[in-house]
């Protein structure tokens, strides 16, 4: 994915979400409620109606109630965030899984809480499903089955310039800024690791709960660089005013996967069928492509994809 992401630009009222992605507009566990389909660049859904057949397919004690109770963590944009109006849950990851939901004849409520106690709220029946640009890998389909839709790799960045003169492949001794519970903390600490098996000295870790609040340490100089999927990088350094610049290319893409149940492997299969059926009707690509993201585009969802 890293050499097709595209970095057109998506505009959700600039200053606004250079605001987001600084204060944490959309931080900390749960918040009020709320749902929307706002977008990166002010074009409507596209329209999509319930298809009988996969509704059909959906667990009745799921599909009872019209509605699917969505935790995301929304400290992410451009996947999932708090709109200019501090209240309305906006991005790409929403929309697509509104229209998912459509699909399957329900309506998607996003709640919001952190990152690191989504996937523990599916298991214990709190959420129905995870939305949150979840990484597939082994320890997650450990505790969940997941679905497919997007690709991410990694990337970092530095404030402009790279002041404190940041290598990637060498960050021994610097301080870097990870959101808590992800992929990337997995990275750094490997890195760091070998920072120290060879003498040298560590990298400070520091870890956050929101991803806005990460993004706000490297701009504001208290850490020296950052690292998280690719589409959110690219979309704060957009948003931030010539502060922030991207540092080396991407790297280790990914598939995304939301998140349903250990024991809800027929509903997995439900939302990965209502997937392929907005990728066949172009419902999917037209999602991606207002936000700017096409570039990780999927043909294949899958229940539980083997990782490596």
């Given at each position: ?21 600084l204060a944490g ?76 939901a459509q699909k ?156 349903v149940a250990k ?46």
């Open positions: 994915m890293s050499a097709r992401f595209l970095t057109r630009r998506a505009t959700v009222a600039a200053a606004a979400c250079f605001t987001l992605v507009c959309g931080g900390g566990s749960d918040a009020s409620s709320s749902s929307g389909t706002g977008g990166g660049s002010g074009d409507a859904l596209p329209s999509v109606s319930a298809d009988e057949a996969l509704a059909g397919k959906v667990p009745d004690d799921i599909a009872s109630d019209g509605s699917l109770t969505v935790g995301s963590d929304t400290t992410y944009p451009p996947a999932e965030f708090i709109d200019e109006d501090g209240a309305t849950i906006v991005g790409f990851d929403v929309d697509l899984f509104t229209l998912v399957l004849g329900l309506e998607a409520k996003f709640e919001t809480s952190s990152f690191d106690s989504l996937i523990a709220g599916v298991g214990s029946g709190k959420y129905e499903v995870g939305v949150s640009s979840f990484t597939i890998n082994a320890e997650r389909l450990q505790q969940a089955n997941m679905i497919s839709y997007f690709n991410a790799g990694t990337q970092w960045a530095t404030k402009k310039g790279n002041p404190a003169g940041v290598d990637l492949e060498n960050a021994c001794g610097k301080k870097i800024a990870v959101q808590k519970a992800t992929v990337q903390v997995d990275d750094i600490t490997a890195r760091s690791a070998k920072c120290e098996a060879a003498g040298d000295e560590p990298i400070t870790i520091d870890q956050y709960d929101g991803q806005d609040e990460a993004t706000a340490a490297v701009v504001s100089g208290k850490d020296d660089a950052g690292l998280a999927d690719l589409p959110v990088l690219v979309y704060a350094v957009q948003q931030s005013r010539g502060q922030l610049e991207l540092l080396g290319d991407p790297y280790g893409a990914a598939p995304y996967g939301y998140v024991d809800q492997t027929d509903f997995a299969q439900a939302i990965a069928d209502a997937v392929k059926s907005l990728i066949d009707d172009g419902s999917y690509e037209k999602v991606l492509k207002k936000w700017g993201v096409e570039g990780g585009v999927i043909d294949d969802p899958t229940v539980n994809p083997p990782v490596g």
